[in-house]
């Protein structure tokens, strides 16, 4: 059965540093998103993409964060400068289409900022 | 951002009994409803969904009911079994058009843990 992958599964990184996160949706999927989880939190909606452009966004995905669709299967959450509060885990989701409702979930990426 | 709620942050129900979920929503302009299921280290895992113009929806073991006078969903399991033990987070996504199509807003998420 398709699944969406995740890499790294864990990245440490320092405060300021940019790190890029890694998602391969599903092959057949058109609408993306990003989510994050931090710790003892709600999941939350951070960014969604749609025919190579954000079709939404949310308050926390500011001028510090980015997408980018670069090949026909890979899809990036860039942070261009870690804070500590950027600490979380980070799930990539994937949509078929406009008539399919729900999202696949990868199995995240924990990201630490130290 | 309160407008998805789970009130019961745990459940602990015995191997073939019942687990009942419940969920709670505020904004109206929500059309469809989804569990997912997660294990720790995991993504969630899409389980079951209901649109808004249902009031149930069976998948084996598992049935969702919607209320929309009420704004309350619940997930039933039956029977339940010690694999179903994970954490359930209701989702519901916005009406096409409206401010939050397509994104999924989350509950806090129930642990449930079956018993043997």
């Known amino acids: 059965e398709p699944e969406v992958t995740q890499t790294p599964s864990h990245q440490v990184t320092q405060m300021g540093q940019e790190v890029i996160l890694r998602c391969v949706p599903i092959s057949n999927h058109l609408y993306f998103y990003w989510y994050r989880q931090i710790l003892g939190q709600k999941v939350e909606f951070l960014v969604s993409?749609?025919?190579?452009?954000?079709?939404?966004k949310s308050e926390i995905f500011d001028d510090q964060f980015s997408v980018e669709r670069p090949d026909g299967s890979n899809f990036t959450l860039k942070i261009r400068s870690t804070k500590l509060e950027d600490s979380a885990m980070y799930f990539c989701?994937?949509?078929?289409?406009?008539?399919?409702?729900?999202?696949?979930f990868g199995p995240g990426t924990r990201l630490t900022v130290t | 951002d309160q407008q998805v709620k789970q009130n019961s942050p745990s459940l602990s129900v015995q191997e073939g009994r019942i687990s009942i979920l419940n969920c709670d929503y505020t904004n109206s302009m929500f059309d469809y409803f989804l569990w997912y299921k997660k294990y720790p280290a995991e993504g969630p895992t899409f389980l079951i969904s209901i649109s808004s113009i249902k009031d149930k929806n069976e998948d084996g073991r598992f049935t969702v009911f919607l209320n929309k006078s009420a704004k309350h969903l619940s997930l039933h399991i039956v029977p339940s079994q010690p694999g179903d033990s994970a954490v359930y987070f209701c989702?519901?996504?916005?009406?096409?058009?409206?401010?939050?199509?397509?994104?999924?807003?989350f509950g806090q998420g129930t642990i449930l843990t079956v018993h043997p």
């Open positions: 989701a994937s949509r078929r289409g406009f008539s399919s409702y729900e999202q696949y």
């Open positions: 989702a519901a996504r916005g009406r096409a058009g409206g401010t939050s199509y397509g994104k999924l807003t």
């Open positions: 993409f749609y025919n190579n452009e954000i079709s939404e």
